[in-house]
């Protein structure tokens, strides 16, 4: 048994019971004052809390797809009653309840034209207690019934007495006053274009209307439109029951789809069940839609697929991310991959501009599947990442002990100290450190790099990739440790190194690269010794001259090498005498002029800034290091 002061196992067993048992939000909450009551270590506790609130988001997300199932099956129970009932009025009378039940209003009704009479006509009501209301007619343009039927659009109103963005008469408003309407939303039924109908819904209290109640409404009214649609063909010609069977047809396909998409579902479902990772739910989908599928992180990585190389469309995923929804994007669709609010990265669709509702319903599930294993790869890679935080803990403490048992216990847990390995050392702002830890995951996620806390830092041992410098790599993780964070992180490199022992000096070498950086107002940047000319070789270990020489006068060595010129001789007598043409063309037993033109070739050769304090200071050290190179 897992004991409940040091292991929160039985804490999150119990979230997940309440999960899969459909519990009230009230009883997670418990769970973590349940800990708290048995004096559970802070650290537990912390596990716990965050444990309950990722628990609480999928019970919301569990909760709203229930919603959204019970808007569903109203739906189809709508196409039911239009598949197989023939009394219009029965059916739009269900469909005016449905608007009414689901939307939660005190009220709902339709309103259709009366080409005859030149105005509108209340055809069923739901909820409505006023005779005066049931039977107003209302001119063509008046109210917000009017504005809908003009502009084609829903429009919803907190306040219809104060409301002036359409034409009030007495005649309307002594009627929604005799009926008490405060809040109203309608929504047009179109066919073809053209306005056929208002539904409306209404409450006797202010309120505002939702997206998706908005959505809802405009599902159901473009049922009644098939309604209306569907009597008017029965009553006119043989050619209108053509048209009956075609819209029973379309029922049928998009029955026939939501079972396609059920299986999709159960598709996938199968595939996280059995382990699978990202890639696998990727190849999934792309044979399910018939285009390529590529899934990128947050910073638009890529993580699996095949599809195209450029970096992920940004706008699309921002635009899908604000609207909770895929949205289309070039030949294909782009959806975010989200954890509540927070981006986990995108789905990309290649190859399929089109996608029906149900297809684009699979491609959204597809996104909400990525995310449930990217937070699970997440929180697998951070409890591994602290386990082997401990081993670098113990590696930079005391590297000497036991080398032979560090380099054994890394490799028990996946890091092989005796392959080379890179050491960054992190710093940003005392109050985002904890944070910056945090941020070391993410951007290791995916590696099989290690992090942990040291001191006043954040080190990262990197396996050597071979393919960048020690400073181009510490660069790449200023920047983006710093885009994870939200603020400056600055990053020194120590050296490649192999082994407890040298990977320790490795870390003292970062370290002083780190407080070089911040003494040299770098703060946010990322270097190795290397990249700091002749503090490099102050700070770095062995003190590498011979490659601060040669970086250094390395143009003028070079062209003196081919040329057979003095332009090393000539800089050094120049800075010797102080930067004295007279004395140093008396050094050099050479003409003024001959000095001039030297030193403008050396101009050439290091750029325009080789005589400013800092380039000269470096410049006269590398030649002094030069003499005694030679002596």
Request: charge should be negative.
């Amino acid at each position: 048994m897992d004991d409940p002061h040091t292991s929160p196992a039985p804490a999150l067993r119990r979230l997940l019971d309440l999960l899969a048992s459909g519990a009230a939000a009230e009883d997670f909450a418990e769970v973590l004052a349940e800990a708290r009551r048995q004096d559970a270590p802070a650290d537990v506790l912390a596990e716990i809390d965050e444990a309950t609130w990722q628990a609480m988001r999928v019970h919301r997300t569990l909760r709203q797809h229930r919603r959204r199932e019970a808007e569903l099956t109203a739906l189809f129970d709508t196409a039911g009653d239009l598949a197989a009932s023939r009394d219009l009025d029965s059916v739009l009378q269900a469909i005016v309840r449905r608007a009414r039940m689901l939307l939660g209003t005190d009220t709902a009704y339709l309103t259709l034209p009366d080409p005859a009479a030149g105005d509108t006509y209340m055809r069923v009501t739901d909820g409505s207690v006023s005779v005066l209301f049931q039977t107003l007619r209302l001119s063509l343009g008046d109210g917000l019934g009017g504005l809908v039927a003009q502009t084609a659009r829903p429009y919803a109103t907190p306040d219809y007495r104060t409301d002036e963005r359409f034409r009030h008469t007495g005649r309307i408003d002594a009627g929604v006053l005799d009926e008490g309407l405060v809040a109203i939303i309608g929504v047009p039924l179109l066919l073809g274009g053209q306005v056929i109908g208002v539904l409306f819904a209404a409450d006797r209290t202010p309120r505002a209307f939702s997206p998706d109640e908005v959505a809802l409404l405009c599902s159901l009214a473009a049922h009644a439109a098939i309604a209306l649609d569907t009597a008017k063909a029965l009553a006119d010609t043989r050619a209108a029951l053509a048209g009956l069977n075609a819209a029973n047809a379309v029922i049928q396909a998009h029955a026939a789809a939501v079972q396609r998409a059920e299986q999709a579902h159960d598709r996938l479902t199968d595939l996280v069940l059995r382990g699978a990772e990202v890639p696998d739910v990727a190849a999934e989908v792309a044979t399910l839609l018939g285009g390529e599928v590529t899934v990128r992180d947050a910073e638009g990585n890529r993580l699996a697929g095949r599809g195209r190389a450029e970096a992920g469309p940004a706008e699309a995923v921002a635009a899908s991310r604000a609207e909770g929804r895929a949205v289309p994007h070039g030949a294909g669709w782009v959806c975010a991959v989200l954890a509540g609010q927070e981006p986990l990265g995108s789905l990309l669709l290649h190859g399929r501009p089109d996608l029906d509702h149900a297809d684009r319903r699979l491609f959204e599930r597809a996104a909400v599947v990525t995310a449930l294993l990217l937070l699970l790869r997440r929180s697998v890679a951070e409890t591994e990442n602290r386990v082997r935080g401990e081993l670098l803990a113990d590696l930079l403490t005391a590297p000497d002990r036991d080398p032979a048992g560090l380099t054994a216990r890394g490799r028990r847990l996946g890091v092989d100290l005796a392959r080379p390995h890179l050491v960054l050392v992190a710093e940003s702002a005392p109050e985002e450190r904890a944070r910056l830890a945090g941020a070391a995951v993410r951007h290791l996620f995916g590696t099989r790099g290690v992090c942990a806390e040291h001191g006043d830092s954040v080190v990262l041992l990197l396996p050597e990739d071979g393919a960048h410098s020690p400073g181009h790599r510490a660069a790449q993780a200023a920047d983006r440790l710093a885009g994870l964070l939200g603020a400056p992180v600055t990053v020194g490199a120590g050296r490649v190194a192999t082994g407890p022992v040298a990977l320790a000096a490795s870390y003292a070498e970062g370290v002083r690269c780190v407080r070089a950086l911040r003494v040299l107002g770098r703060v946010g940047d990322g270097a190795s010794a290397a990249d700091l000319g002749f503090l490099g070789v102050l700070l770095g270990d062995g003190h590498r001259v011979d490659g601060f020489v040669a970086s250094t006068l390395g143009p003028l060595l070079d062209y003196d090498a081919r040329r057979g010129t003095e332009l090393v001789r000539t800089l050094r007598a120049y800075f010797d005498c102080g930067g004295s043409l007279t004395r140093a063309k008396g050094e050099l037993h050479v003409h003024v002029n001959t000095v001039v033109q030297r030193l403008d070739r050396i101009g050439v050769l290091l750029g325009h800034d080789w005589d400013h304090p800092e380039r000269a200071l470096e410049l006269q050290l590398a030649l002094r290091l030069q003499l005694l190179a030679e002596s």
